[in-house]
């Protein structure tokens, strides 16, 4: 019995694993590259968010800054959550490139601060806006390529709000 037992465990996991092979098969490199592209940008936004809605100088940048960083957190999760389900790492801090720009808004204050941080998120919304639409319309892994459907709109949407503002 222990035999039939431990045999039937080895048949179970062996089959389990085509599974998930076919699973992290099922990603392109596009794939791979827009979730590392796409959760780098993600995560700049949800800090720039963040130190917007301190360190902006009037009303408007702090609450646009408080709406990115709601939003893009969001967005993060479920791309973590998608990408892992996919065998796709994201890794879980910026890259040289995106601290270097949170760095120098950082250094900002008043109105320079708020127009730096402005033309910050215009610059990558439409970057990531971009590859959302593409990975919608052309990503090999359906959950992706509904992801980036979804969250294109939310882009869009932020775009809009950014030319809104003074």
Known sequence: MKQHLSALLVIVAA???PLSVQAAGNVSATDRAFVAMVSQGGMFEVKAGQLA???GNTQDIKDQGATEAHDHQLVGDKLS???NGAGIPVANSLNATFQKKLDDLKALSGS?????YLNSMDDIHNK???AFAKEATSGTN?????FAAETHRIVVRHLG???AKP
Do not use: V
Not at 112 to 116: I, K, R, S, V
């Open 128 to 130: 990531d806006g971009a």
């Open 161 to 163: 709000e950014l030319h």
């Open 15 to 17: 089959s389990a694993l």
């Open 81 to 83: 959550s998608i990408a």
């Open 112 to 116: 320079a601060f708020d127009t730096a």
């Open 53 to 55: 809605a301190e360190q």
């Open 142 to 146: 359906p959950d992706l390529r509904a």
